[in-house]
């Protein structure tokens, strides 16, 4: 037994000392290569930190995404999140079981305890409703009056009867008193015009001119006619009024809150309100003694919900819950044999979030799988470089005994702490990217609002597991072939070849096979849907998807061949020419040149992406000013009588830079029909927003202008040419006015032609009706026409053009209180696209990922130089030997990064504006509003960063390279 023992003990014993060989030789593994280590971190911290990202702008965004939806709060058909009817299907006399509210609160109560439920309860509030009731008005008897000329008509109320709750909390808001009797009600009526049709005839039934204490002859109504009930008068005794909470009226006042949260939407504009106590003697007064005379009794509860316990991180839990409670509902009620319907706007609401969320998630991904792509491929290339140091050390480990299963397991070991070292590392990454974009207002400005970063236990999970599947998806093959090293093989150089898709021309094929695959898709959108063969339904999937990816790559990866030929070519025509820093450098770059190659791509890649973002964000801004434009052509469009007063009015505004008057109207005339508008040539240039120069108009605003200022030219629509090849520029064109005695003949000389207009004639094509003329006049040719020919229709108004600084919202309050009119602005409604959420959310992903790119790119040049650094150690000290001074050597270094990175920006910026103009096109959905505009400032503020932060960056390898000694350097290296 002892033995045994003894012998386990020793084999436990070997165990733990060869575990801990590898331990402490992992150690030593990682120690040595930690420089090696941490460079092929980057991509992957860089991959984690957007996915990690991705789930925080979610979860910081998450409240705006719930307020966008209005998942909380939104007043639709029902007011609550539950709404719960219950209604007897026959009629009934037993009106004191229908009006114990308490009962159906109890129930409540009952069933969201029983579901764990009740912390999610805010409030609960009912009221019973009892039947129709027929309303006899009687005008000759001093009854409530009404808009019919009839001396009796007959309408209908609705009677309710709400708990307790409503009594207490409304007493500050009833004017008169609540009943004391059976004879006496409260009224509650809406303010102001009512929308629905239902709402109006009961409005006219009700004047505004009710007051307390008038009175009304009430029935009960029945199916029999035979049957009937008494009569009795009932007396308003107090009066409730409220408005109707809509769109338009989403913060409504406390007493119309209340009003709602007590009764719902009501499709009645008045309805009328007792006490539980006082609605057995009131039916019993109007029925006393016929059980045959009933009506049909009905409860409403509406259950409002604590927002604040809900999860928004787990939606399908929040959905499954409340569904339980309101199945345990609907159980708990039938059983106190109460027939119930559930209404919710709640779980609608959920569903509805959780769908946009996951939108909003997989938008992330859309744009940012390509900036993950960039950051892998920098783990692969950045593994490619250090596998001369990784073989050195292999080589050395072989010499002292090391197994190939040891040089395995010393890579797992790497691996495994690469691996966390990346989860951390993207995890602080992405929560400072996080905070930082999330208060993106534009490209690159910040608004400096705080917005909360949340993490969730998701969000660590996915970077765990896309860690895993990353690295080991780049790293195990890699680390199986390097085990397997010979001892030979470990100093034998490993970049004599070009890569892969260099050698098999991979980048050739992939840019033929894209601009192919572009070509077909864009000649069958040139076509037309109507017009497209079938075969197109079944080659598009296959090109739509494929095609833009391979042309954007392989037109990179072909591009960047060019660099290690025209580096040659320039290092031997500097170094013929006059030598100097500069051609060594060069020299340098053509050593290294499938280093330096795969660092252009790595550059090239992130500034196409950085281009394509930024020119993507700028395209939607530059479209959606001018669509929000287009209607109008000025900053603010006034409909109104043209007078001197109100134009002078408008003019003496604050902010107001110009005001140009407007006219349009038709003319009645044989066919073709003339639509005319009519502006001010004095003042229309400046007013309008178009540009001189925007496609779409033929000619300068200014030369359309001088040509109609004589008062009797016209600027024709250009599509009324096509159609009809006998009008020409300078020629007459004759309107021809019928009427009842003759016919007026007026000529006007077309003096140019518009292709497009704003405010009078949107959205032209040159395929119009021949029928229909277009035009442009002067509005001193408006006034002549009107009193030569029969304009209808007729519009006035202004155009008028705001300070850069002034504030549209502001000027058209003023404008509407003086001319009571409504006024519309496109400057304010573009100010309130850039605010919209989904904007802010879409510029906020790009922002973060441009920073990533523009990270990379800096990484990637600061790489290259550290590692050829670490490679040209002997011959930086022969270098040094030979006269070079650490100066020489420095500017070397960021010469060479600075040529590497202005190719990559060469290259970059040129194929990210000809990537974005191609799938902008493919969003392009008319020719005449359609604009390509490039934020040039932007692109120029992009080059001037990466070249500042390439030479910050360069500086550390500079650092090192100059600081050492040199018979250091030549002993040691």
Known sequence: MTFVISKVGIIFSRLIDRVTDLILLTQYFVQSNWKTLLTSLIGLIIALSVISESSLLLNSYRGEILQEVRAFGERGHLVGDLQIVVTKNKPTTQVTKWVDLQQFQDLVIQSLESTNYQKYLRFQCWHSGFGTFSLSYDNNTGGVPTENTTEEATGYISLRVPDNSLFNRAAGMIEGRFPENFTEIVMVKFIGDVDDWWGTSWQKAFPSGIKIGEQMKVSLSSEDSELKSNIITLTIVGIIEYNFISWDNPNPDFQSQLIYNYFGSSDRSHFFITSPSLLKDLYHEICPSSNKIGFYPHVQGRIFLDYSQFDG??????????TQVQDTLTTNFYRAGFPLRLDDDFKYKLKEFKSITMMYGAMFYVFSVPVIAIALYLVIYSSGIIKRQKRKIIGILKTRGGSSWHIFVFLLGELALGIFLAIIGGIILGYLLTGLVVQSVDLLNFSGKTKTVIFSERTIHDLIVWGIVFAIGLQFLSIIRISRTTIIASVEPIDKRPPIWNRYYLDIWATGLGFIGMFLILFFFSIGPEQMPDIFYEVAPILLIPAPFLMFIGLIFLLSRLFPFLSRYLATFSWKISGGVAAFALKNIVRHKYSANRTVIVITLALTYSVFSGSFIHFFDINSKHLAYCNVGADISVSTSLNNTIRDFIQDLDGVQVVSGKAFGLIE??????????????????????????????????????AIADNQSIILYEGNLHSNPDLKIGEFLRVIHSNDSAQEI????????????????????????????????????????????????ISTGYHISLESDAAPETIVSQINSITHTHSYSPKLDYQNYLKSFLRRFIVSILNSDLLICITIAVVSITMFAFFTYIERGKEIGVERALGMTRTQLGATFIIEGGIIMLFGIIIGVNIGLFYSTVV??????TTDLFIIEYPIEFLLKLICGLFLATVTCILLPVYLATKKDISHILKSE
Do not use: C
């Not at 395929?767 to 442009?776: H, L, P, Q, S, V």
């Not at 902008?920 to 959905?925: C, D, M």
């Open 669 to 706: 005339s044989t066919i073709p029909m003339f639509q005319f508008g009519f502006v001010d040539p004095k003042t229309f240039p400046l007013a309008a927003y178009f540009k001189e120069t925007l496609y779409g108009i033929s000619l300068p605003l200014t030369d359309l202008m001088n």
């Open 313 to 322: 991180f787990n939606i399908n839990h929040e959905i499954s819950k409340f």
């Open 746 to 793: 007026v000529s006007l000389k077309i003096a140019g032609t518009f292709r497009y207009w704003p405010d009078f004639f949107i959205s032209q094509r040159n395929n119009i009706e021949y029928t229909y003329y277009k035009a442009i006049g002067s509005l001193d040719l408006f006034e002549s026409l009107k009193n030569q020919i029969n304009l209808k229709d």
């Open 920 to 925: 902008i096109r493919l969003f392009a959905t």
